[in-house]
Nanobody, 120 residues
Framework: EVQLVESGGASVQSGGSLRLSCTVSGLTFDDYSIGWFRQAPGKEREQVACISSGTGTTYYKDSVKGRFTISTDSAKNTVLLQMNSLKFEDTAVYYC?????????????WGKGTPVTVSL
């Protein structure tokens, strides 16, 4: 059974930092691309970052470039999302997802999410 489990969500003040973790099991970690997505209340889910398997190429939503960093720890089957200079508009439930390729919308496997709240 494939499982993706997110952790690290919390409430922080604007300008603060958080590090989200996504632990993956049930698949060959190095064969899969992992993305971080978020969904704010009343808004559609959007991809914020993705890291491709094999090449390690990273992709970021424009609004998080320079503030968010996605990375992997293959030894721990974990993908991290370091979020700095957080803004109120970063408030959302954050999900990690896995697929063979990075996709803006469709990924095969999803976690249940971890909430991030940024206060002004």
């Amino acid at each position: 059974e494939v499982q993706l489990v997110e952790s690290g969500g919390a409430s922080v003040q604007s300008g603060g930092s958080l590090r989200l973790s996504c632990t993956v099991s049930g698949l060959t970690f190095d064969d899969y691309s992992i993305g971080w997505f978020r969904q704010a209340p009343g808004k559609e889910r959007e991809q914020v970052a993705c890291i491709s398997s094999g090449t390690g190429t990273t992709y970021y939503k424009d609004s998080v470039k320079g503030r968010f960093t996605i990375s992997t720890d293959s030894a721990k089957n974990t993908v991290l999302l370091q979020m700095n200079s957080l803004k109120f508009e970063d408030t959302a439930v954050y999900y990690c997802a896995a697929d063979l390729l990075c996709s803006l919308t469709r990924m095969d496997y999803w976690g249940k999410g971890t909430p991030v709240t940024v206060s002004l």
